[in-house]
């Protein structure tokens, strides 16, 4: 058990939608990372948050958002879905700002599909 | 050219079997991940690297900075060894880090 968790595990949506995932870090982690994996593009880092405030951008649509919460979780907005979001969807957290001074802990992951 | 690189991509070993899965990355990438992903799709962090060597267990993880090249090395595996190992690198003070493709391995028993 890494300490992190995610909700949903599974979520089964249309192509419109907009859902809602949700990351509870490790306690005492200020960091958490979003990553999006899928079949046909692997792992690809999305973004960060530092102690509520946005760190690092990556791959993230316009139509995704995320924001990290005064208790430290954090939710990843996705909308207007499309077909090609199906993926499993990571957090990760770390106690430091940077992924090279610092362990990931990952959460289970949340697989959405969008049909 | 991505800029994390894995071989094999696919590895099967008997168990008992020393396993090696090596991760070239590119000019700039400064701190290395090993990750495994489990078949249910969990992914635990092996090891984070920016010099040297350091060792888990039956696990060891060196990276060449020169060269520009880590392996993960795997002593007398085990079937439950089973799963997708990834390298991913990320910049000093960046953290868009970068993954590879993964290698998927299968120990046999």
């Known amino acids: 058990d890494s300490g992190v968790t995610q909700t949903p595990k599974h979520l089964i949506t249309a192509t419109g939608q907009r859902v809602t995932l949700r990351c509870s870090p490790r306690?005492?982690?200020?960091?958490v990372y979003w990553y999006q994996q899928s079949l046909d593009q692997g792992l690809q880092f999305l973004i960060q948050y530092y102690n509520g405030e946005e760190r690092a951008k990556g791959n993230i649509l316009e139509r995704f958002s995320a924001q990290q919460f005064p208790d430290l979780h954090s939710e990843l907005n996705l909308s207007s879905l499309e077909l090609g979001d199906s993926a499993l969807y990571f957090c990760?957290?770390?106690?430091?700002?940077?992924?090279?001074?610092?362990?990931?802990?990952f959460g289970e992951g949340s697989r959405l599909t969008v049909l | 050219k991505n800029e994390v690189e894995q071989s094999p991509q696919n590895l099967t070993a008997q168990e008992g079997e020393f396993i090696t899965i090596n991760c070239s990355y590119s000019v700039g990438i400064s701190a290395l991940h090993w990750l495994q992903q489990h078949p249910g799709g969990g992914i635990v962090s092996l090891f984070m690297l920016s010099s040297g060597k350091k060792k888990h267990g039956r696990l060891i993880a060196t990276i060449n900075i020169q060269e520009k090249h880590s392996s993960l090395h795997i002593t007398a595996s085990h079937p439950r060894d089973s799963a997708v190992y990834i390298c991913?690198?990320?910049?000093?003070?960046?953290?868009?880090?970068?993954f590879g493709a993964g290698t998927r391995l299968t120990v046999k028993p």
């Open positions: 991913a690198g990320g910049r000093y003070n960046n953290n868009d880090m970068r």
């Open positions: 306690s005492g982690d200020l960091s």
């Open positions: 990760a957290s770390s106690p430091t700002g940077w992924i090279g001074t610092g362990e990931l802990f």
